[in-house]
């Protein structure tokens, strides 16, 4: 009986904690519904009394959300193959091979993950400047193709697997890339996955980089573009929530569909940290 109870409050907690976490949710898509005056009203009201589509109709034809979809669509696929590769090759070099060096190449590596990545945007839209990328998609992609969280993150899967394989691949005569591509890199999917995702995550949230290195609207990914539809003195806030719920739909149902994905990525991932 004590064990039952002791169910009944665990699950009432994660209940409790899931709506906490579904409400700012559900007033956004409330709210995208509202006239201007409901969604300022003192005090605020749950339910608008008619709801208004005419919001998102208005978000369509202020902003050219198709360029958004696309410049976001690139920019994380872009990070996504670029973190993955990368990341997945240094990991290797710092967890399997032998050279001079290579404990003060992971340093590095580790201490770039204590600096605030504020720090980095001076030089990286100096590298975009100088390579005439600015304005375009890859300029957007740029910051994302190497990942020091990657490296640290897939070094640990790495260090997991058996040396037996390498010496038997080295027996065979594979050469280090072979072992690499065709032998180490499949047992690593987990890893690899749960990179894949966190990289998605992080690209797809990108607002500072994005804003600094592309002034036309047209190149802008959603979280950018979005900043458009906040005032200087005045902000239609239904249509920001519009704005938002079609900025947002692609991520959860990216998330519905790969969510077992998700899960056993990020549980691996506890597993081997």
Not at 3 to 32: E, Q
Not at 68 to 97: H, K
Request: hydrophobic share 55%.
């Amino acid at each position: 009986m004590q064990r039952i109870s002791k169910n009944w409050l665990i699950h009432l907690l994660l209940i409790s904690g899931g709506i906490i976490m579904a409400l700012p949710f559900v007033w956004m898509i409330l709210t995208s519904g509202k006239t201007l005056v409901e969604s300022t009203q003192i005090p605020p009201t749950w339910f608008p009394k008619s709801f208004q589509l005419s919001n998102y109709q208005a978000v369509l034809n202020l902003l050219p959300f198709g360029a958004f979809y696309l410049n976001t669509f690139l920019m994380v696929i872009g990070r996504v193959i670029g973190s993955v590769l990368f990341s997945a090759m240094a990991a290797y070099a710092c967890a399997r091979l032998r050279f001079p060096g290579r404990e003060l190449f992971f340093a590095l590596v580790l201490i770039q993950m204590m600096i605030p990545a504020s720090i980095f945007i001076t030089p990286q839209y100096l590298l975009a400047q100088r390579l005439g990328i600015l304005n375009s998609v890859p300029a957007l992609i740029l910051p994302g193709i190497v990942s020091a969280f990657g490296t640290f993150l897939l070094r640990q899967f790495f260090l997991g697997l058996p040396s037996e394989l390498e010496e038997a691949a080295h027996l065979e005569g594979a050469n280090v890339w072979t072992i690499f591509f065709k032998i180490m890199l499949p047992l690593a999917k987990s890893g690899l996955i749960a990179l894949g995702i966190f990289t998605t995550l992080f690209a797809f949230k990108d607002l500072m980089w994005p804003l600094i290195v592309n002034t036309s609207i047209r190149q802008m990914p959603l979280a950018a573009g979005l900043a458009n539809l906040q005032g200087q003195y005045a902000t239609n806030f239904p249509q920001l929530m519009a704005g938002s719920l079609l900025a947002i739909w692609p991520m959860v149902a990216v998330f519905i569909i790969f969510q077992r994905k998700f899960i056993e990525g990020i549980a691996t991932t506890g597993g081997k940290l």
